[in-house]
């Protein structure tokens, strides 16, 4: 019988444990982690996204400091908010939401996080060091479907793991961890011209192009494992990369859209922002 793992029960599990650890630190006399969240300009879908990870910071007793900045300032001033909140002792991690309204250089923004606040794992010096395999904040999505992964007893040791999709966000790093973890790894994009192929020879399939029921049963190995990165709307329904009753009979284990690897990235922002807050008190 095939598996339905959802990130959301998982996530509810590991948040528990991060509220025991916070509330630890705390009733000794420590101050509160805090995690600064910079939103540029008014998109509703970010301030969506940042509401969430308010609430999510907050039932675990991490302190966030939201900093709303309208569209209409320039880069510098950007960048100066970002290194004022790298400068604050207060503040264990950074995160800017993204994307950033057209106009702005993400890169550079980004580059100005100091990397070990930068608890989205983005800063080119975190990415570097991830893939010369040295200590490193990792980005939260590829975290979270290798803990997705765990739950679904699977050990990526010696199978052949399967990622659609190769963005510096999803694709490229989670491919590095299951390579770390000693899976054989093949990355398909949009230029593969044999993915079905591929796919069926997937033991792990990790999904995240952005392409809604992209991928149904004939693309699926029988007993497979099988995340959908994919949140897409249509007809006003959300649903994933993966067309879940196709593959649902098929696969192993697989992930839904919603409450699969949504939860599990908001998650590890909040076990990324803890990490920080940790080795910034030596603990």
């Known amino acids: 019988m095939t598996q339905i793992i959802y990130g959301s029960e998982l996530s509810a599990e590991l948040k528990e444990n991060m509220r025991s650890k916070v509330e630890s630190w705390v009733s000794a006399g420590m101050r ?14 970010s301030e969506s996204y940042v509401r969430g990870k308010e609430k999510a910071c907050a039932a675990v007793g991490i302190k ?9 300032i320039s880069q510098e001033e950007l960048e100066k908010t970002i290194c004022d909140c ?3 002792d207060m503040v264990d991690g950074i995160l800017i939401q993204l994307p950033l309204p057209e106009g702005f250089d993400e890169d550079r923004a980004i580059a100005c996080i100091d990397p070990q606040k930068d608890v989205d794992g983005l800063h080119p010096l975190n ?8 200590p490193s904040f990792v980005p939260c999505t ?36 299951l390579q770390n973890a000693n899976a054989t790894v093949t990355i398909c994009h949009s230029h593969t011209a044999n993915l079905k192929e591929l796919t069926n020879l997937a033991d792990i399939l990790i999904v995240a192009v952005g392409k809604p029921k992209m991928i149904d049963a004939q693309y699926v190995k ?22 879940f009753e196709s593959v649902m009979p098929k696969a192993g284990a697989i992930t839904p859209v919603p409450k699969g690897v949504g939860p599990m990235t908001i998650c590890m922002l909040l076990q990324n922002t803890i990490t920080a807050y940790e080795k910034r008190q030596g603990l």
């Open 127 to 134: 990415f570097g060091r991830f893939f010369m395999n040295q």
């Open 222 to 243: 029988e007993g497979a494992y099988v995340i959908d990165v994919g949140v897409n709307s249509v007809d006003g329904h959300l649903c994933g990369d993966v067309d």
């Open 64 to 72: 966030t400091n939201t900093i709303r900045l309208s569209s209409s």
């Open 32 to 45: 509160t982690p805090c995690l600064a969240v910079i939103l540029v300009g008014d998109n509703p879908a």
């Open 86 to 88: 790298t400068s604050d």
């Open 142 to 177: 590829p975290l979270g479907i290798m803990e997705l992964l765990k739950r679904m007893k699977c050990n990526p040791k010696g199978k052949h793991a399967v990622v659609i999709g190769r963005s510096k966000l999803v694709g490229t790093p989670v491919a590095r961890l």
